[in-house]
């Protein structure tokens, strides 16, 4: 397994566990990573530990089938054990999210809290004050978002779920297909970011020189999302009832429920809703992702007691 592992110089910092997802990389926690483990007096900080996931960048794949998010996330656990966290908390987004979640559900003694910018959350029932017509002019337009995303951006998912062998074969066979197979993404799935050539070419490289391949990545969709394995990971969209969880919704994200929705999925105690920034919120918008990760762990915030349990 690959990681980048960053620690911080301040006494008491906490184990941060981040996981990235599709069609990003250990990558993604690049900006963040001097904005979490800078020692700032009266803020938390961090250890930061970024994998690679199976079957992405530097990291090995599985060698058999059936490798799903218990196995992600008993991969995921490993490392932090490896380095000497018995305890910690986890970020992420897109398969973060659903990776971060089956830690908590494994883990939950070693998983203290999470922390998620892609709020997969089912809608509540009507009798439990959520109309459409509560709804604030922003929820509106993430649900328009949501809406469009479904609509017009899950082709992809759905390819990957049932056939990843056979856009693997494209992917691994023509750089053009994997350049545009993941720039259509970085495009519509940020909020206007400019993204330069370099940073472009940079991720797409994660894929074209993946030391198990362009096509590798796809295989997740198939082992979590294909009909006949979802019924088994159904826990990710679940409630979790013993890891505090904070949220960070970002407008341009691919689902953008209304903050309340997060309620289902375990215990909040800290809600970040934002006015600008997409999908890649830690590349898009280190700074505010950064941000809420602090005063979710800062003194007087919601994950404070956990904070405490590292302070020596």
């Known amino acids: 397994m690959h990681f980048v592992h960053q620690q ?10 981040f996981v990235h997802g599709w069609p990003g990389s250990f ?16 803020d938390p900080s961090f250890h930061v530990v970024a994998p690679s996931l199976p079957n992405f960048a530097f990291s090995e794949g599985p060698s058999k089938p059936g ?10 656990h490993k490392i932090m054990l490896a380095l000497g966290y018995d305890q910690y908390v986890t970020q992420g987004g897109d398969w973060g999210f659903k990776v971060t979640r089956a830690v908590g559900h494994f883990y ?29 002019d922003g929820e509106k337009a993430g649900l328009a978002r949501t809406d469009w995303f479904a609509q017009e951006g899950f082709g992809y998912n759905l390819l990957q779920s049932t056939k990843p062998s056979t ?10 297909a994997l350049l545009a197979w993941i720039y259509e993404k970085l495009h519509d799935w940020s ?39 979802e019924a088994k990971h159904a826990f990710a969209t679940g409630y979790i009832p013993d890891v505090k969880l904070g949220v960070s919704i970002f407008p341009r994200d691919i689902y953008v429920p209304p903050v309340a929705w997060a309620k289902a999925l375990g215990p909040v105690v800290f809600e970040g809703v934002h006015t600008e920034g997409g999908h890649f919120a830690a590349h898009e918008k ?14 007087d915030g919601g ?9 020596t």
């Open 303 to 311: 994950a404070s007691e956990v904070t405490r349990k590292f302070v």
């Open 167 to 176: 856009i693997g074969f494209a992917l691994a066979d023509s750089p053009v």
């Open 67 to 76: 490798f799903g998010l218990k196995q992600y996330a008993e991969s995921m």
């Open 286 to 299: 280190p700074g505010l992702l950064a941000g809420d990760l602090r005063k979710m762990f800062e003194k």
């Open 108 to 136: 939950p003694k070693h998983c203290l809290a999470s922390h998620i910018n892609l709020v997969l959350a089912k809608k509540p029932a009507q009798n439990e004050g959520h109309g459409s017509s509560s709804y604030t």
């Open 8 to 17: 911080s110089a301040k006494a008491g910092a906490i184990p941060l566990l």
């Open 27 to 42: 990558l993604e926690v690049e900006k963040i990573l001097p904005l979490l483990t800078k020692p700032i007096a009266g």
């Open 191 to 229: 909020d206007d970011f400019p993204w330069s050539d370099d940073e472009i070419l940079t991720w797409v490289c994660m894929y074209q020189f993946a030391r198990t391949g362009p096509a590798a990545s796809a295989r997740i969709y198939h082992e979590v999302q294909h009909p006949r394995n």
